[in-house]
């Protein structure tokens, strides 16, 4: 089984920053990407950032220029930089982790969710 734990949301002022974490661990051989996604109330779950094996990111418009994505596969942990939060940015963010498993099967997995709330 993989687990896949975030950490790092909470309260914060328009204008200010906040760092997402995001660890799998269990049985898995590798990882393929690591992704953020975000959802609002009443809203579509929307990409947010993504990392892949190969190191290239890809970003969702609303957060380009504005958040950072990255990685340390040592610890197969990813981190989600937000600066210049907006209100609109106020969302549960999630973590989804592509896996390779020893048996070379792909395998998504979620995480449960942290709340980024962002006051005007």
């Known amino acids: 089984q993989v687990q896949v734990v975030e950490s790092g949301g909470g309260l914060v002022q328009a204008g200010g920053s906040l760092r997402l974490s995001c660890t799998a661990s269990?049985?898995?051989?590798?990882?393929?990407?690591m992704v953020w996604y975000r959802q609002a109330p009443g809203k579509q779950r929307e990409l947010v950032a993504a990392?892949?094996?190969?190191?290239?990111?890809n970003y969702g418009d609303a957060v380009k220029g504005r958040f950072t994505i990255s990685r340390d596969n040592s610890k197969n942990t990813m981190y989600l930089q937000m600066n210049s939060l907006k209100p609109e940015d106020t969302a549960v963010y999630y973590c989804?982790?592509?896996?390779?498993?020893?048996?070379?099967?792909?395998?998504?997995?979620w995480g449960q969710g942290t709340q980024v709330t962002v006051s005007s």
């Open positions: 990392i892949f094996s190969s190191g290239s990111t």
């Open positions: 989804n982790v592509a896996v390779v498993k020893t048996t070379m099967e792909n395998f998504g997995y």
């Open positions: 269990g049985s898995f051989f590798s990882i393929n990407a």
